[in-house]
């Protein structure tokens, strides 16, 4: 069974607007952490948010947000005020065991955002 | 404070030969993985090493390997390459004191073609 699975392969949203990337779970540790990455067409993977399995409230970092809902093991990814610049890969991720893993991530299949002007 | 470094940037191989990626990673980053990224497969981990030593592997067969040297640079090698091994190479470093949130840095990537 996928880890990690994105099932939106590609999305446009008007600039401005606020967009949903979706994004759910599979494990049985409890104890994991949840990242979103954005890679542009360069390649290079940028991360954005992380989101732990025990945190009790929603990660934020400026206009990215994460709606964490643990019990439906997903965890979405919300851009506000969408901006050209934002058109891009975007990966959902997950560490598990938190703190056996090492370095070690799953990704899922990524959704590609376009931005409308 | 320089990112992390991956050179080659491109490379282009002969089915059969074998290639040597580089990763450098950020300064007092200890924690450097590999991820193999292609169309089909998406992106898949292949290993991590943590002070010089392989601390975790992916679901790779043996011809992909690795190494890390004492100022935490490491290489992966690809011996008798295939077709599918065309693909672009991530590296990632992270400090990894062992706190879950830590991030993962990545570089910009090797894009191996084999013909």
């Known amino acids: 069974a996928q880890k990690i699975t994105q099932t939106q392969p590609g999305m446009f949203v008007q600039e401005k607007e606020a967009v949903t990337l979706d994004c759910t779970y599979d494990?049985?540790?409890?104890?994991?952490?949840l990242f979103w990455y954005k890679q542009p067409s360069s390649g290079e993977m940028i991360f954005l948010i992380y989101?732990?399995?025990?945190?009790?409230q929603n990660a934020t970092e400026g206009r990215y947000s994460l709606n964490f809902q643990k019990a439906r093991k997903s965890a979405n990814l919300v851009i506000s005020a969408s901006q050209l610049g934002d058109s891009a890969m975007y990966f959902c991720?997950?560490?598990?065991?938190?703190?056996?893993?090492?370095?070690?991530?799953?990704f899922g299949g990524g959704t590609r955002l376009m931005v409308k002007p | 404070k320089a990112g992390v470094t991956q050179t080659p940037r491109y490379l282009i191989k002969t089915r059969g030969q074998q290639v040597t990626l580089s990763c450098s990673p950020i300064?007092?980053?200890?924690?450097v993985s590999w991820y193999q990224q292609t169309p089909g497969q998406g992106l898949q981990f292949l290993f991590e090493?943590?002070?010089?030593?392989?601390?975790n592997k992916g679901n790779f067969p043996g011809r992909f390997s690795g190494r890390q040297f004492s100022n935490s640079r490491s290489e992966m090698n690809v011996s008798t390459l295939e077709l599918g091994d065309s693909a672009l190479y991530l590296c990632?470093?992270?400090?990894?004191?062992?706190?879950?949130?830590?991030?993962?840095?990545f570089g910009q990537g090797t894009r191996l073609t084999v013909v």
């Open positions: 090493y943590f002070s010089e030593t392989q601390r």
């Open positions: 300064s007092g980053h200890r924690s």
């Open positions: 990632a470093s992270s400090p990894w004191t062992g706190g879950g949130n830590t991030e993962a840095f």
């Open positions: 991720a997950m560490r598990e065991p938190l703190n056996n893993a090492g370095n070690m991530l799953t």
């Open positions: 494990t049985s540790d409890p104890s994991y952490g």
């Open positions: 989101q732990g399995s025990y945190d009790q």
